[in-house]
């Protein structure tokens, strides 16, 4: 691991700003480093603001977007929504169906089949469309890219409205309405909504000329919070006070379909990070084991007795993904090895049996090993496709459009992307990417890194200043969970290795004069040589709440130590 100290804050800022909101020293220190430095941007982190969300007509077409359906509904037309597979694209057709059926009963949904379809709009969705009599689709977490499937629908007398947020090619394509707060030509003030933070800014538009109000589409905030968390958007912005607010929803009255996945687990109080690890998995089993339409059916169910049974079918996916991402995962490491590539700059690995619905899983996996670019390839079809995962600080889809001779089609983000080539491309599209991550990384992004936010004492973590920390939430990219670091550290002599394999560390520690702290580091297990009573060591850790047998107590959560 590498350690990077954030550089202090301007000592006159951090001054100005503890003054002004009568804070420590360090709190207005964290703050600053998240580009707050007035009363009122602190007021607006502190206390998110429905009201503070942009106008959704500042986006692109919106005009046109909600002008083609107003005139959908006038006419009765039926309405298909279609989405992506992913959390981000079920639960952006939940939210957008949902929406749409409060102002008439001829909407249906369409999910591509992962395995038949791939992703994207595709022309069986089209047909579909078309043997069903629907004239109007709209496409959510997709379509930035369908050029020739909007042409061909436009053809067959169906218009289509994209809600996307992926990166745009050279050319839109010649839908009624493109939504996409990444276009060159949209001048939208936030350009970094998920696919379903998308859909949301196309309904709150609608429900204005219903002339309702944000606060009447308070239901539909679980589902933008889900899809946030999954779909690692930063949460800054507009994504802070969505993702806020959603959250207020999943721990109070959350739709049936949330309230029944939560019902597995035993906790009262819920994070981001829960949406990210409890509930996101489960929704996206159903699109990597089965179908995506399960999870739709799931998100839009409103009986609760219902949704458990859609839930426990779905946990049983769940479970079949966990034990599929485990086996390959290990193979990939094995063909690594075999073919002595574990110096390279990459990770390319293929298997012909692979199951396609794990394989970004897997590419997630093997960078806790080797950290570097890496992609997953398996069968489909006559093709090849993969999955896409990059290091902090490297843009993977650069890389993969320098090798886009080989490359049939692609698509994706700066971190994650998807791809497929034919068979007999594979070899010099390994190489080729390989060439173009060893001419353009620098080598240092290949050591994972932690950036630290302050070098501080033990005796600073007080109840008083966790409460304050709890206030930073939700955390994520753009206002990750403070990160501390605290040197001469020493054991007192409890610290011991826990969990079934002694692979995690369990620590209780102290320093000078501090109150003795208890901590827990995961993965860390191997490290208690570190720790001794005699000489001193530096952590790196986050604060956390520990709950144990009724009581609550502060804990260190361990990054790293030496």
């Given at each position: ?6 550089p202090?804050?301007?000592?006159n800022?951090?001054?100005a ?10 709190t207005?220190s964290l703050?600053?480093?998240r580009g707050i ?7 607006s982190?502190f206390r ?5 969300l ?5 986006m692109?077409d ?11 509904l006038?006419?009765?037309?039926n309405?298909?929504?279609y989405g ?13 169906s ?9 909407v ?17 969705g089209i047909d579909?469309?078309?043997d ?18 909007v042409?061909?629908?436009?053809q ?9 947020h992926?990166r ?8 009624a309405?493109v939504?996409d707060?990444k276009?060159e030509?949209?001048?939208y003030?936030y ?7 998308v859909?949301?800014?196309l309904i ?9 109000t944000?606060?009447?589409l308070?239901t539909y ?13 930063p949460?800054t ?7 806020y ?13 949330i309230?029944?996945?939560l019902?597995?687990?035993d906790?009262?109080e ?7 690890f ?16 399960y999870?739709v059916?799931?998100?839009t ?6 949704a ?9 996916f ?18 690594i ?6 110096d390279r700059?990459t ?10 619905g ?5 590419a ?12 997953v ?8 496709a ?5 290091v ?16 049939e ?9 998807g791809l ?22 620098d080598?240092?992004l ?7 936010d302050a070098?501080?004492?033990?005796k600073?973590?007080?109840p008083?200043?966790?409460r304050?920390?709890?206030q930073f939430a939700?955390f994520?990219?753009g ?12 054991d007192t ?12 560390l ?7 004069n ?7 580091g995961?993965?860390?297990g191997?490290?208690?040589s570190?720790?001794s009573?005699t ?14 047998n ?6 260190l959560k361990?990054?790293d130590?030496n």
């Amino acid at each position: 691991m590498r350690w990077t100290l954030k550089p202090k804050p301007d000592l006159n800022k951090v001054s100005a700003l503890k003054n002004a909101l009568q804070v420590d020293d360090l709190t207005a220190s964290l703050l600053i480093q998240r580009g707050i430095e007035t009363f009122e941007e602190a007021r607006s982190f502190f206390r998110p603001d429905l009201n503070a969300l942009h106008d959704p007509y500042l986006m692109k077409d919106m005009d046109k977007a909600v002008a083609r359906i107003e005139l959908a509904l006038e006419r009765g037309e039926n309405i298909l929504v279609y989405g992506d597979y992913d959390v981000d694209g079920t639960t952006s057709v939940a939210l957008m169906s949902s929406y749409l059926r409060t102002r008439q009963d001829n909407v249906a949904t369409y999910i591509p089949d992962r395995y038949d379809e791939g992703y994207g709009v595709s022309f069986k969705g089209i047909d579909f469309a078309d043997d069903n009599d629907f004239t109007l689709i709209v496409a959510l977490d997709c379509g930035i890219k369908a050029i020739d499937k909007v042409a061909y629908a436009k053809q067959k007398g169906i218009d289509f409205i994209i809600c996307d947020h992926h990166r745009p090619g050279a050319e839109i394509p010649e839908a009624a309405a493109v939504l996409d707060p990444k276009r060159e030509d949209c001048n939208y003030p936030y350009k970094e909504l998920c696919g379903c933070g998308v859909g949301f800014k196309l309904i709150q538009a609608l429900a204005d000329r219903q002339g309702l109000t944000i606060q009447d589409l308070g239901t539909y905030l679980d589902l933008v919070a889900t899809a946030i968390g999954a779909d690692i958007v930063p949460i800054t912005g507009e994504n802070r006070i969505l993702a806020y607010y959603g959250l207020e929803v999943i721990n109070s009255s959350p739709r049936a379909g949330i309230q029944s996945i939560l019902n597995q687990v035993d906790k009262t109080e819920f994070t981001i990070t829960d949406v990210v690890f409890i509930v996101a998995p489960r929704i996206n089993a159903a699109g990597r084991m089965k179908h995506g339409n399960y999870a739709v059916q799931l998100l839009t169910e409103t009986d609760l007795n219902l949704a458990e049974q859609y839930a426990a079918e779905i946990e049983s996916f769940n479970l079949d993904r966990r034990e599929a991402d485990q086996d390959i995962t290990k193979q990939a490491l094995s063909q690594i090895e075999q073919n002595k590539e574990q110096d390279r700059l990459t990770t390319v690995v293929y298997q012909d049996d692979w199951h396609k619905g794990v394989i970004g899983i897997v590419a997630s996996r093997l960078t806790e090993t080797y950290y570097r670019p890496t992609l997953v390839f398996t069968k489909s079809g006559d093709k090849l496709a993969a999955s896409a995962r990059s290091v902090i600080g490297f843009d993977v889809y650069n890389a993969l459009e320098a090798c886009s001779e080989h490359i049939e089609q692609f698509g994706g983000h700066k971190y994650a992307a998807g791809l497929t080539l034919k068979e007999e491309n594979y070899e010099a599209f390994k190489q080729a990417f390989e060439d173009a991550v060893s001419n353009t990384i620098d080598r240092k992004l290949l050591t994972p890194e932690i950036k630290i936010d302050a070098n501080i004492d033990l005796k600073d973590i007080t109840p008083k200043f966790y409460r304050i920390l709890k206030q930073f939430a939700p955390f994520g990219p753009g206002n990750m969970t403070p990160i501390f670091m605290s040197e001469d550290i020493l054991d007192t002599g409890y610290s011991k290795q826990v969990g079934k394999e002694q692979d995690h560390l369990r620590v209780v520690l102290k320093q000078r004069n501090s109150p003795t702290f208890t901590g827990i580091g995961f993965g860390l297990g191997e490290k208690i040589s570190v720790m001794s009573t005699t000489k001193p060591c530096s952590i790196v850790y986050s604060v956390d709440e520990n709950h144990w047998n009724g009581t609550v107590s502060l804990q260190l959560k361990l990054r790293d130590l030496n």
